[in-house]
């Protein structure tokens, strides 16, 4: 849908990950793709195949080294600003679209002890949690805990750090909704 919003114009992917490689060679079929990734590469990030199909895709521009350090608008996204962070020096473009396709890695290494993560540090919830999860963080209630409720009592998590979430904005609004609910039973309780 969002590639429908922005054919035949200028878009930015942000990313240096399969996802950002996926992203941008599908939108390169309906628009001009600019690539910017923090790192001076791809080789480490990305798959091989993909880092073929974009380097082959003229609609597609990849800027490394550089971030993004301004959005611009009135009532909605007019220009982009990024800086090349080897030289210093500054872009700034009429670009209406900003595809983030960063943070695949959750930052969630402060939770460790505190609440149960799964294996790649996504924080585990409701059915997701083992007997044996339950046992090891010493879950104190009778009761089983509810949807988004991690191994802490009264504790919800949503969102992309959620263990099993299909990381879209909608499902994260949607779960953050509904946790709202449970927290109020769990306030009851």
């Given at each position: ?20 490689g996926q992203a941008a060679v599908f939108l390169a079929q309906t628009s001009r793709v600019r ?85 790649k540090g996504f924080i585990k919830t409701g059915a997701d949690l083992s007997h044996d999860d339950l046992a090891a963080a010493h879950w104190p209630l009778t009761r089983n805990p509810h ?43």
């Open positions: 849908m969002e590639a429908q919003l922005c054919c035949n114009e200028e878009v930015v992917v942000v990313g240096g990950g399969n996802s950002a690539m910017l990734v923090r790192s001076n590469g791809l080789v480490e990030s990305m798959s091989r195949y993909l880092i073929r199909r974009i380097e082959q895709n003229s609609a597609i521009t990849l800027s490394v080294n550089t971030e993004i350090v301004a959005l611009e608008g009135t009532h909605h996204l007019e220009r982009v600003s990024w800086r090349d962070s080897q030289s210093g020096s500054i872009e700034s473009h009429d670009i209406r679209h900003v595809f983030l396709m960063t943070g695949a890695v959750p930052s969630t290494q402060w939770l460790h002890g505190c609440v149960t993560l799964d294996a949807l988004l409720e991690t191994t802490l009592p009264g504790v919800f998590a949503v969102g992309d750090v959620r263990a099993g979430n299909i990381k879209r904005v909608a499902s994260a609004v949607g779960e953050g909704s509904i946790a709202v609910s449970f927290v109020h039973q769990a306030l009851h309780d």
